[in-house]
């Protein structure tokens, strides 16, 4: 597999835990992007989110103005959000011709029913639309964590068939996470990853700097573990939920742990609607480190 076919810093070994970085943005966070952009490595990955309440023209705005500001676009699918075959067929057409996108992710998502066909990512995977509108990188989601829908067992056979799909359609495979706080849950998923003989590239969800309220909010959101134990190695005490904190401890631990026998690894951050401060951040751990 050419690494750099996801990314060129992929192929050069990592002279800190934030080489290669991606980043995400909703379709509604245009200006945010427009003052962070300037502070954002040329060629950035920028994955747009499928997220309730948006409009498909804004997210097809917003992955063309990633690419004006002179940054890749990644744009989510969420299956079960997709209304139809021909709303999908046309909104890869609209990002491909508009944006030049290359690049996806597709998840599940939230509905506990479909609004249309398609109730899983494989489901998207296999309809053959991504190739014929020339994808060529597709993302699928990782849970260090675990999910709650699922077994460990069942979540790596879910893997293991899309990233089987994915290859057998002629594009290459990516994994990202969900953001989480645990380092050791982290790293203890990503051994067992390539125990299991999994080599696929790994971006790790690491979440951006926010206020402690806004970060727990989040976690609890999306399901992430938040323990008092976790979040005490993260730097966060549940008893005092004033101010903010950075991913600073759980980033320098992953560069610990995270060693040759775990591949390719780069980080993944959600800025949680702050994308300046999370630029900001990243550009002062890579000075520092």
Known sequence: MSYAAIH????????????????????KETEGLKE????????????????????????????????ELGFEPIVHLSARRITSEAELDKYLGDITTKAGVKRVFIIAGDPPEPEGPYSTSLD??????????????????GHPEGHPNNTPAELWDWMERKLAAIRARGMTPL?????AFD?????????????????????????????IKRLLGFAKRCGVGASASVMKKYGISLT????????????????????????RVRLHFYPFGALTPSAEWINGYAAKN
């Open 175 to 179: 994994v990202v996470t969900q953001f």
């Open 240 to 263: 005092n939920l004033i101010g903010s904190a950075g991913p600073d401890k759980l980033v320098k631990s992953l560069e610990k742990g995270l060693g040759e026998d775990t591949g």
């Open 36 to 67: 962070a952009a300037a502070l954002i490595r040329p060629g950035t990955q920028i994955a747009v989110t499928f997220l309730p309440g948006e409009e498909m023209e804004q997210r097809v705005e917003a992955a063309v103005l990633v690419r």
């Open 8 to 27: 060129p810093d992929w192929e050069k070994p990592r002279t800190n835990m934030v080489d290669g970085y991606s980043l995400e943005m909703t379709a």
């Open 183 to 211: 380092d050791d849950a982290i790293v203890a998923w990503v051994k067992e990853m390539r125990a299991r003989g999994i080599d696929v590239p790994v971006r790790l969800g690491v979440p951006g700097p926010a206020g």
């Open 124 to 141: 998207i995977i296999e309809t053959g639309l991504l190739e014929k509108h020339g994808i060529e990188i597709v993302g699928i989601g």
